[in-house]
């Protein structure tokens, strides 16, 4: 048996599905000659990036660059591998009293992924985005060479990569900073919108929380159209925490972690499922605003419970489609989004609304600007490219653009923002598909 | 614990397990023949768990200076020393290949083994665990020198069980079926019968804790490995195994 590492790779959406050679590493002297020995390369962390972003002629997996590198714990710095996972970081910061300060909706994120997509959380408004936090990375580039890129040291490479998409070489390690936190719960206040005025009103009304985030239900029309809940948190004191938690705020009960065993058939997320899904979440809350304190597993990651769940959508995949429209034209923009929508009846099964605050001139390939940003999530089918060009359409009409990292099949000219980032070595599928469409 | 294979992701699963479970060790002791892999490996779990450890060279294709680990004790060894090598078909006939796949996972290894065995059997305590294969429970055409190596390495773990039974040592043979591992990268195995690391560690660790002799990692093993033994051998020289 001789190896071949070809094999099929797909990401988070199963869509699209490709095979090409993966390998994984874990000594840059083998990672050198790994780079130095293929054309393409392009880097991959843990596939949870929806679409093609993580896919090329070859894959370079950071699986194996899985080991920490120091903690000070002191200062709340920590440095590890790329490949890391945020939930590896939680596992050993949280019950040291720090957390990070910015997470997206998953924490089965690599370390590596966070900086290349720069993401962001439900606290861009207060906090912006990952980089924001991050000290110095090392980068190897085309020629197998190891820089180490900061904000004072090779600061063009480090500007280029944070949003760059895995462009510009393989981050290798990374060393970011942690905020300190109380307990390990959040203080959450929900409320109920019954449309989009409504909702946009409470966004403004939040600007002082730390965390907020709306879910939609998106089958809505008329005046009902933009029923929402939005969550706001911060992370809870240990004074204010109820006795039964406050005696070991930094620590979580261990939960059941259900698992999606396989992929759906196609004919359990359609219309009409998705309309009691969206329902049952809404009408779950009875009253108009309820305030509790939730772990941060609940409130950071409640996708996460779980596993694999993005079966759900069955074998033909499914993607997500997020735009971010500036903040002026925002609400008749988003109102448009939905209409178009609910006219499609292609219902999206998680709708996510958020605003976003002013971003950092310096990190340019950064995708937050001042706006609002919708995530949805659409099943593949044969209708979903018509839905997607209209929704392209509206995203262009407003001077918005789309996240990368989670596109898959929009219109080139509202993915191809990056800049620094031309190398004949790192390449990706989603690179390629963006400059040879420019329309 | 002394670890004997530092750099085999399962022997590292494994401490992270162990360390995870609240077990407590006053140093770990990482036998490597690649420094700086394993020290990585240190650093990681110095970061994560606060655990001392010593990084230990030692190379079983070389003469082996045991002075240089007099001073290492401990109640648990975890032997994942292990060498995969060419498989049978295309490396048979290679002396180097053979040579190399006998020593690492027998010949050389064994009087390592003994080394620290005796350091139990003084002791009168503690769990030595090893790592075997299914190859060695019978010798398929495919990779029999590597199964050969194996087959001798289980015989005398079982011995050794024995020899030490009384001297309340405990010793543990572990066969991993296919594993998703470095050893094994590129080669189409089948994801029903391959485990992770990480089940592997887990698995592992319970045949640990409770004090099991024998423990196949995936359970589907033991049936396959049963009916693999139990084949006529007038048939099973016929199969392409
Ligand atoms: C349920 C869910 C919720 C999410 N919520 C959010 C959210 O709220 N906010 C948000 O911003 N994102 C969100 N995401 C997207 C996710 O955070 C990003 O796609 C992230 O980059 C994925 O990281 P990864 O390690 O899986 O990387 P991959 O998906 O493997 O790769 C993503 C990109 O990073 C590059 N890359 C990865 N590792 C390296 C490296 N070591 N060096 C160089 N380049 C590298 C790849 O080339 C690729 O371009 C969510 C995803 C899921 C599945």
């Known amino acids: ?439 | 614990m002394i670890v004997l294979g530092s750099t085999s992701e399962v022997a590292q699963a494994f401490v992270e397990k162990a360390l995870q479970e609240g077990e407590k060790f006053e140093r770990i002791y990482l036998f490597t023949s690649s420094r700086e892999t394993t020290e990585r490996f240190a650093r990681h779990i110095d970061v994560k768990f606060l655990q001392q450890s010593e990084v230990i060279e030692i190379d079983l294709m070389k003469e082996i200076d045991y002075n240089k680990f007099d001073h290492v004790s401990s109640n648990v060894l975890f032997c994942a020393a292990g060498y995969l090598g060419d498989g049978t078909e295309e490396g048979l006939y290679d002396n180097r290949n053979t040579e190399k796949i006998i020593n690492i996972n027998y010949s050389k290894l064994v009087p390592v083994m003994n080394f620290f065995a005796q350091k139990f059997e003084s002791r009168r305590s503690g769990t030595i665990i090893g790592l075997s294969s299914v190859a060695g429970d019978r010798g398929r055409q495919s990779n029999f020198i590597y199964g050969s190596a194996k087959a001798a390495f289980t015989a005398y773990l079982s011995g050794l069980r024995n020899y030490l039974f009384d001297k309340k040592v405990h010793v543990l043979t572990v066969k991993p079926g296919f594993m998703a591992t470095k050893m094994t990268e590129g080669l189409p195995l089948n994801p029903k019968l391959t485990a992770t690391p990480k089940q592997a560690a887990d698995c592992i660790y319970k045949a640990f804790k409770k004090q099991k002799n024998v423990a196949y990692v995936l359970p589907v093993w033991g049936i396959i490995m049963m009916i693999i033994r139990n084949i006529p051998e007038f048939i099973f020289k016929k199969l392409k195994l």
């Open chain 1, 1 to 439: 048996m001789k190896p071949n590492f070809t094999q099929k790779v797909t990401n988070w959406g199963n869509f699209p599905v490709v095979e090409k050679e993966m390998r994984s590493e874990d000594s840059f002297k083998k990672i050198k000659e790994f780079v130095l020995s293929h054309n393409e390369v392009i880097a991959r962390g843990n596939g949870r990036c929806y679409g093609d972003a993580s896919l090329g002629e070859t894959i370079f997996s950071t699986k194996k660059l899985n080991k920490f590198i120091s903690f000070d714990r002191l200062n709340g710095i920590i440095e590890c591998e790329s490949g890391v996972l945020l939930s590896d970081v939680l596992e050993i910061s949280v019950p040291q009293g720090y957390f990070l300060y910015v997470t997206p909706g998953t924490k089965f994120i690599s370390v590596g992924g966070a900086i290349a997509s720069e993401v962001h959380g439900k606290n861009h408004h207060a906090e912006g985005c990952f980089s924001e936090y991050v000290t110095e990375f090392k980068l190897m580039t085309e020629d197998g060479n190891i820089i180490i890129c900061s904000r004072e040291e090779n600061s063009d490479k480090f500007w280029a990569t944070i949003g760059g998409m895995g462009l510009t070489g393989i981050i290798l390690t990374v060393k970011f900073k942690l905020k300190n936190i109380q307990s390990a719960y959040i203080r959450q206040e929900s409320i109920k919108a019954e449309n989009l005025d409504e909702i946009f009103r409470l966004f403004e009304e939040s600007e002082n929380w730390t965390y907020t985030v709306a879910w939609i239900d998106c089958l809505q029309k008329g005046k009902n159209l933009g029923r929402s809940i939005l969550m706001r948190g911060e992370h809870a004191f240990q004074h204010e925490l109820p006795q039964n938690l406050a005696k070991q705020p930094l620590r979580l009960k261990k939960k059941l972690q259900p698992t999606v065993p396989f992929y759906f058939p196609g004919f359990v997320l359609n219309a009409l499922t998705v309309k009691i899904f969206n329902l049952l979440y809404y009408k779950k809350q009875t009253k108009k605003e309820v305030k509790s304190f939730i772990d941060y597993e609940t409130f950071f990651y409640p996708l996460d419970a779980i596993t694999d769940w993005n079966k759900i959508y069955g074998k033909s995949g499914f993607i997500q489609y997020q735009m971010v429209i500036p903040k002026e034209a925002g609400k008749e923009g988003m109102k448009q989004i939905l209409e178009t929508i609910a006219a499609s009846g292609n219902g999206s099964f998680l709708a996510v609304l958020k605003l976003f605050g002013k971003n950092n001139p310096e990190a340019y390939n950064s995708f937050p600007f001042e706006g609002y940003t919708l995530a949805l999530d659409f099943k593949v089918n044969s209708k979903l490219k018509k839905l997607v060009d209209k929704l392209d359409d509206i995203v262009q009409q407003f001077g918005g653009r789309i996240y990368l990292t989670k596109d898959s099949m929009s219109r080139s000219s509202l993915t191809n923002y990056l800049k620094n980032i031309q190398s004949s070595k790192f390449v990706s599928l989603q690179h390629k598909r963006i400059i040879n469409n420019n329309s």
